[in-house]
Protein backbone atom coordinates (compact mmCIF):
# COMPACT_ATOMS: atom_id res chain seq x y z
CA UNK A 1 0.00 0.00 0.00
CA UNK A 2 0.78 3.38 -0.76
CA UNK A 3 1.58 5.61 2.50
CA UNK A 4 3.86 8.95 3.79
CA UNK A 5 5.11 9.41 6.80
CA UNK A 6 6.62 12.53 8.33
CA UNK A 7 7.75 13.19 11.89
CA UNK A 8 7.67 14.85 14.27
CA UNK A 9 3.86 15.86 14.98
CA UNK A 10 5.12 18.86 17.12
CA UNK A 11 8.36 20.59 18.08
CA UNK A 12 8.95 23.69 20.01
CA UNK A 13 12.54 24.86 19.21
CA UNK A 14 14.08 28.32 19.85
CA UNK A 15 14.70 30.67 17.73
CA UNK A 16 18.59 30.29 16.35
CA UNK A 17 18.52 26.35 16.58
CA UNK A 18 18.27 24.31 13.69
CA UNK A 19 15.70 22.28 11.95
CA UNK A 20 15.47 18.81 10.42
CA UNK A 21 11.96 17.29 9.24
CA UNK A 22 11.89 14.39 7.96
CA UNK A 23 9.24 12.35 5.08
CA UNK A 24 9.28 9.30 3.56
CA UNK A 25 7.26 7.51 1.50
CA UNK A 26 6.26 3.74 0.65
CA UNK A 27 4.63 1.55 -1.89
CA UNK A 28 6.05 3.67 -5.09
CA UNK A 29 9.34 4.79 -6.52
CA UNK A 30 10.61 7.91 -8.00
CA UNK A 31 7.82 10.03 -6.32
CA UNK A 32 7.13 13.58 -7.07
CA UNK A 33 7.76 15.48 -3.17
CA UNK A 34 6.42 18.32 -1.85
CA UNK A 35 7.45 20.29 1.24
CA UNK A 36 4.31 23.39 2.40
CA UNK A 37 3.54 25.36 5.12
CA UNK A 38 0.68 26.74 5.98
CA UNK A 39 0.67 29.56 8.67
CA UNK A 40 -2.66 30.06 11.39
CA UNK A 41 -5.70 30.49 9.27
CA UNK A 42 -3.82 30.90 6.25
CA UNK A 43 -3.55 28.60 2.82
CA UNK A 44 -0.75 26.22 2.09
CA UNK A 45 2.59 27.80 0.89
CA UNK A 46 4.53 25.52 -1.67
CA UNK A 47 8.62 25.42 0.04
CA UNK A 48 10.29 23.16 -1.94
CA UNK A 49 9.24 20.08 -4.75
CA UNK A 50 11.58 17.52 -5.74
CA UNK A 51 10.99 15.04 -8.85
CA UNK A 52 14.29 12.83 -8.21
CA UNK A 53 17.41 11.85 -6.08
CA UNK A 54 19.02 15.62 -5.63
CA UNK A 55 16.81 17.47 -7.69
CA UNK A 56 15.39 19.89 -5.38
CA UNK A 57 13.20 23.14 -6.65
CA UNK A 58 12.60 25.85 -4.56
CA UNK A 59 9.48 28.51 -4.38
CA UNK A 60 10.09 30.78 -2.02
CA UNK A 61 13.42 32.45 -0.73
CA UNK A 62 13.92 31.92 3.04
CA UNK A 63 16.14 30.64 5.46
CA UNK A 64 14.92 26.95 5.37
CA UNK A 65 16.47 24.10 2.31
CA UNK A 66 15.37 20.84 1.59
CA UNK A 67 17.61 17.89 0.26
CA UNK A 68 16.63 14.35 -1.19
CA UNK A 69 19.23 11.92 -0.18
CA UNK A 70 17.23 8.80 -1.37
CA UNK A 71 14.13 8.03 -3.64
CA UNK A 72 11.42 8.12 -1.01
CA UNK A 73 12.68 10.63 1.97
CA UNK A 74 12.40 14.47 1.46
CA UNK A 75 13.95 16.46 4.22
CA UNK A 76 13.26 20.24 5.31
CA UNK A 77 16.05 21.63 7.04
CA UNK A 78 17.31 24.91 8.62
CA UNK A 79 20.46 25.98 10.35
CA UNK A 80 18.85 28.97 12.36
CA UNK A 81 14.93 29.02 13.07
CA UNK A 82 13.45 32.28 12.88
CA UNK A 83 10.16 33.27 14.85
CA UNK A 84 8.09 33.50 11.49
CA UNK A 85 8.98 29.86 10.73
CA UNK A 86 6.31 29.10 12.73
CA UNK A 87 3.60 26.64 11.27
CA UNK A 88 2.51 23.94 10.10
CA UNK A 89 4.60 21.79 7.82
CA UNK A 90 3.24 18.97 5.57
CA UNK A 91 4.93 16.52 3.39
CA UNK A 92 2.83 16.06 0.14
CA UNK A 93 3.37 13.12 -2.72
CA UNK A 94 2.12 13.42 -5.94
CA UNK A 95 0.06 10.50 -7.42
CA UNK A 96 -2.51 10.71 -10.32
CA UNK A 97 -5.37 11.52 -8.41
CA UNK A 98 -3.43 14.02 -6.39
CA UNK A 99 -1.43 14.99 -3.39
CA UNK A 100 -1.32 12.96 -0.85
CA UNK A 101 -0.63 14.65 2.76
CA UNK A 102 1.64 13.46 5.25
CA UNK A 103 0.34 14.06 9.19
CA UNK A 104 2.31 17.18 9.15
CA UNK A 105 4.31 18.81 11.35
CA UNK A 106 3.31 21.73 14.08
CA UNK A 107 6.42 23.96 14.48
CA UNK A 108 6.56 26.83 17.14
CA UNK A 109 9.61 28.66 17.25
CA UNK A 110 9.67 30.57 20.81
CA UNK B 1 0.75 34.17 -11.32
CA UNK B 2 -1.14 31.58 -10.94
CA UNK B 3 -4.42 31.94 -9.04
CA UNK B 4 -6.71 30.00 -7.30
CA UNK B 5 -9.47 31.83 -5.16
CA UNK B 6 -12.59 30.82 -2.92
CA UNK B 7 -14.31 32.51 -0.60
CA UNK B 8 -12.99 32.54 2.92
CA UNK B 9 -16.28 31.86 5.03
CA UNK B 10 -17.46 30.92 7.07
CA UNK B 11 -20.57 29.55 5.05
CA UNK B 12 -22.74 28.31 7.62
CA UNK B 13 -25.86 25.84 6.78
CA UNK B 14 -27.87 23.19 8.69
CA UNK B 15 -27.89 19.62 9.17
CA UNK B 16 -29.27 17.84 6.18
CA UNK B 17 -29.04 20.68 4.00
CA UNK B 18 -26.87 21.66 0.84
CA UNK B 19 -23.41 22.86 1.30
CA UNK B 20 -22.47 24.26 -2.43
CA UNK B 21 -18.83 25.39 -2.08
CA UNK B 22 -17.16 27.44 -5.21
CA UNK B 23 -13.77 28.17 -6.32
CA UNK B 24 -12.53 29.93 -9.43
CA UNK B 25 -9.08 29.55 -11.33
CA UNK B 26 -7.07 31.89 -13.74
CA UNK B 27 -5.23 29.48 -15.57
CA UNK B 28 -7.11 28.54 -18.07
CA UNK B 29 -4.73 25.69 -19.17
CA UNK B 30 -5.63 24.06 -16.03
CA UNK B 31 -6.35 20.46 -16.01
CA UNK B 32 -7.33 18.55 -13.05
CA UNK B 33 -9.38 19.81 -9.94
CA UNK B 34 -9.00 18.34 -7.04
CA UNK B 35 -11.13 19.11 -3.51
CA UNK B 36 -9.43 18.76 -0.29
CA UNK B 37 -10.97 18.68 3.35
CA UNK B 38 -8.55 20.13 6.59
CA UNK B 39 -9.88 19.57 9.97
CA UNK B 40 -8.71 22.09 12.25
CA UNK B 41 -5.42 21.23 13.22
CA UNK B 42 -4.90 17.99 10.71
CA UNK B 43 -3.25 17.52 7.07
CA UNK B 44 -5.31 18.06 4.12
CA UNK B 45 -7.50 14.99 2.85
CA UNK B 46 -8.39 14.26 -0.97
CA UNK B 47 -12.13 13.72 -1.29
CA UNK B 48 -12.67 14.26 -5.18
CA UNK B 49 -10.93 14.73 -8.14
CA UNK B 50 -12.40 16.17 -11.68
CA UNK B 51 -11.02 16.02 -15.19
CA UNK B 52 -13.70 16.91 -17.62
CA UNK B 53 -16.51 19.45 -17.97
CA UNK B 54 -19.84 18.31 -16.02
CA UNK B 55 -20.71 16.34 -12.62
CA UNK B 56 -18.87 13.74 -11.00
CA UNK B 57 -20.27 12.29 -7.53
CA UNK B 58 -18.91 10.34 -5.25
CA UNK B 59 -21.33 9.42 -2.19
CA UNK B 60 -22.92 12.48 -0.72
CA UNK B 61 -20.23 14.83 -2.99
CA UNK B 62 -20.54 16.32 -6.33
CA UNK B 63 -17.88 18.00 -7.86
CA UNK B 64 -18.74 20.14 -11.18
CA UNK B 65 -16.68 21.46 -13.29
CA UNK B 66 -17.04 24.38 -16.26
CA UNK B 67 -13.75 25.16 -17.53
CA UNK B 68 -15.44 27.45 -20.16
CA UNK B 69 -16.40 29.64 -17.04
CA UNK B 70 -13.40 28.52 -15.11
CA UNK B 71 -14.86 27.39 -11.96
CA UNK B 72 -14.89 24.02 -10.23
CA UNK B 73 -17.50 23.89 -7.15
CA UNK B 74 -18.37 21.10 -4.94
CA UNK B 75 -21.48 20.27 -2.98
CA UNK B 76 -21.90 18.23 -0.07
CA UNK B 77 -25.87 16.88 0.13
CA UNK B 78 -27.27 16.01 3.60
CA UNK B 79 -24.87 18.00 5.30
CA UNK B 80 -23.70 16.73 8.86
CA UNK B 81 -21.63 18.40 11.68
CA UNK B 82 -19.02 16.29 10.79
CA UNK B 83 -18.91 17.46 7.34
CA UNK B 84 -17.57 21.22 9.42
CA UNK B 85 -13.92 21.91 8.11
CA UNK B 86 -11.73 24.14 5.66
CA UNK B 87 -12.32 22.80 2.31
CA UNK B 88 -9.48 23.53 0.22
CA UNK B 89 -9.59 23.57 -3.84
CA UNK B 90 -6.44 22.60 -5.67
CA UNK B 91 -5.82 22.66 -9.41
CA UNK B 92 -3.38 21.60 -11.62
CA UNK B 93 -1.84 22.64 -14.87
CA UNK B 94 -0.58 20.85 -18.01
CA UNK B 95 3.01 20.18 -17.72
CA UNK B 96 3.09 21.59 -14.46
CA UNK B 97 4.52 19.04 -11.71
CA UNK B 98 2.86 21.01 -9.05
CA UNK B 99 -1.26 22.21 -7.33
CA UNK B 100 -1.72 25.71 -7.17
CA UNK B 101 -4.11 26.03 -4.26
CA UNK B 102 -6.78 28.27 -2.65
CA UNK B 103 -6.49 29.17 0.25
CA UNK B 104 -9.98 27.26 1.30
CA UNK B 105 -13.67 27.83 2.73
CA UNK B 106 -14.72 26.74 5.80
CA UNK B 107 -17.91 25.00 6.47
CA UNK B 108 -20.27 24.79 9.40
CA UNK B 109 -22.54 22.51 9.27
CA UNK B 110 -25.07 23.57 12.91
CA UNK B 111 -27.17 20.69 14.43
Known amino acids: SQTIHQWPATLVQPVGSPLSLECTVE??????LYWYRQAAGRGLQLLFY??????ISSEVPQNLSASRPQDRQFILSSKKLLLSDSGFYLC?????????FGQGTRLTVV | QKEVEQNSGPLSVPEGAIASLNCTYS??????FFWYRQYSGKSPELIMF????GDKEDGRFTAQLNKASQYVSLLIRDSQPSDSATYLC???????????FGTGTRLLVSP
Open chain 1, 92 to 100: AWSVPRGDL
Open chain 1, 27 to 32: GTSNPN
Open chain 1, 50 to 55: SVGIGQ
Open chain 2, 27 to 32: DRGSQS
Open chain 2, 50 to 53: IYSN
Open chain 2, 90 to 100: AVNSAGFQKLV
